[in-house]
Every structure is written in structure tokens, then in C-alpha cells.
Nanobody, 122 residues
């Protein structure tokens, strides 16, 4: 079992920044790949970014590349998503998730947090 708790969401103006955090606990050593997804109202949950245990293997969705940065602090069991140059279309509930292997699809992840709301005003 892995427990994931996101924090850091909120309301920000377009062009602003937010940093999301995801604190993990439980059998984290078995689920070394961490990812961020998001889901806007009426839309499917979509992949945002994922990171390997070492932090050396990172992959971003094209929609956030160059604006978002995923990172992790293993001693703290925490994964971060730094979001810069935010746009109204980034508005969504953001979820972190844990997987055993690299994946960019929802089905590849075994554990999920409860989500944190990010709202970007124009």
C-alpha cells in the first residue's frame, strides 16, 4: 500500500506560478516512478509529467513542456511539480500517482492521491 497526499493548489492569475507537493508513505520503495496527472471538468484525466527514482529520467506532456518542472526529494518521500507561466487551460484537479514502471497512461499507475485544485484566472 502507498498513500499519497497532494498539496499546494490554489487560485493564481495567468502568468503566475504554483508549486505542488505530493507526500508519499507506505511501500514507496516498490513504486519508484511518480507521475502527475490532471483532470479538467468534463474532460478525461490526462498525463502531465513523470519522474524516475533517480530523477534522471523525466518525461513531460507537450502541453506543459518548458513551463512545468517535476522533481523529487527521496529522503522526504516527496515529489514536486513547479508550474510556471500558468494559463487558464491549466485549470484542473491535479493528482499525483505511483507506478512500478515508466508509464504515461492512467492505467499504468497503481496508487493515486486525492487531488488538489488549481485554478488559473485570465
Amino acid at each position: 500500500q502507498v498513500q499519497l497526499v497532494e498539496s499546494g493548489g490554489g487560485l493564481v492569475q495567468a502568468g503566475g506560478s504554483l508549486r505542488l507537493s505530493c507526500a508519499a508513505s507506505g511501500r514507496t520503495f516498490s513504486y519508484r516512478v511518480m507521475g502527475w496527472f490532471r483532470q479538467a471538468p468534463g474532460k478525461e484525466r490526462e498525463f502531465v509529467a513523470r519522474i524516475s527514482w533517480s530523477g534522471e529520467n523525466i518525461y513531460y506532456a507537450d502541453s506543459v513542456k518548458g513551463r512545468f518542472t517535476i522533481s523529487r526529494d527521496n529522503p522526504k518521500n516527496t515529489v514536486y511539480l513547479q508550474m510556471n507561466s500558468l494559463k487558464p487551460e491549466d485549470t484542473a484537479v491535479y493528482y499525483c500517482a505511483a507506478a512500478r514502471q515508466f508509464s504515461q497512461i492512467r492505467e499504468g499507475y497503481d496508487y493515486w492521491g486525492q487531488g488538489t485544485q488549481v485554478t488559473v484566472s485570465s
